[in-house]
T-cell receptor, first 115, second 111 residues
Framework: KAGVTQTPRYLIKTRGQQVTLSCSPISGHRSVSWYQQTPGQGLQFLFEYFSETQRNKGNFPGRFSGRQFSNSRSEMNVSTLELGDSALYLC??????????????FGNGTRLTVT | QKEVEQNSGPLSVPEGAIASLNCTYSDRGSQSFFWYRQYSGKSPELIMSIYSNGDKEDGRFTAQLNKASQYVSLLIRDSQPSDSATYLCAVKGGSNYKLTFGKGTLLTVNP
């Protein structure tokens, strides 16, 4: 089974621009979560989607948004980029949103650098 | 109070020793507990999950859970240099199933 696929792997953007990151979950997985990872803050939860609905949201400003498509693929968008948005963005999928025991499986991440 | 807390580390152990990694959590309703390993520049990789009080063993790894004390730990026996990585504790909440991570403990195994 193919793992979680994130594109692109690396991005360099300028302050004020916007960016869209893409994630394809493991086949059959319907839940997709997004995390931001920085050296100082660790893994911070952004949001989780299940069956095209946002079920959970972290404490990030409205500049961070996401969506999920009917094939479970997900995108996240960051508008009006700030220098502090430079981070590794990780997407993870799990098999069953309804089960507390379903672990997350991570993609390789997108490294975003804002200059 | 932070939701999931881990030893700040770094933790350094000699090759062949037992490495002990600890984690506490604040949500008493938490149902699932996971340990992830993350090598530098890579994404987190699931190594253990535990749901019930007690010990769970998988090869050289043993996860221990004590829900009354809100404590979960990971023991790595016969530590190898290849075990050198950051170990992340993750806890899934009881109500919304959000997975919350600790900041991780950097483990270095010295040959």
């Amino acid at each position: 089974k193919a793992g979680v696929t994130q594109t692109p792997r690396y991005l360099i953007k300028t302050r004020g621009q916007q960016v869209t990151l893409s994630c394809s979950p493991i086949s059959g997985h319907r839940s997709v979560s997004w995390y931001q990872q920085t050296p100082g803050q660790g893994l911070q939860f952004l949001f989780e989607y299940f069956s095209e609905t946002q079920r959970n949201k972290g404490n990030f400003p409205g500049r961070f948004s996401g969506r999920q498509f009917s094939n479970s693929r997900s995108e996240m968008n960051v508008s009006t980029l700030e220098l502090g948005d430079s981070a590794l963005y990780l997407c993870a999928s799990s098999s069953d949103r309804g089960s507390a025991h379903s672990p997350l499986h991570f993609g390789n991440g997108t490294r975003l650098t804002v200059t | 109070q932070k939701e999931v807390e881990q030893n700040s580390g770094p933790l350094s152990v000699p090759e062949g020793a037992i490495a002990s990694l600890n984690c506490t959590y604040s949500d008493r309703g938490s149902q699932s507990f996971f340990w992830y390993r993350q090598y530098s520049g890579k994404s987190p990789e699931l190594i253990m999950s535990i749901y019930s009080n007690g010990d769970k063993e998988d090869g050289r790894f043993t996860a221990q859970l004590n829900k009354a004390s809100q404590y979960v730990s990971l023991l790595i026996r016969d530590s190898q240099p290849s075990d050198s990585a950051t170990y992340l504790c993750a806890v899934k909440g009881g109500s919304n199933y959000k997975l919350t991570f600790g900041k991780g403990t950097l483990l270095t195994v010295n040959p």
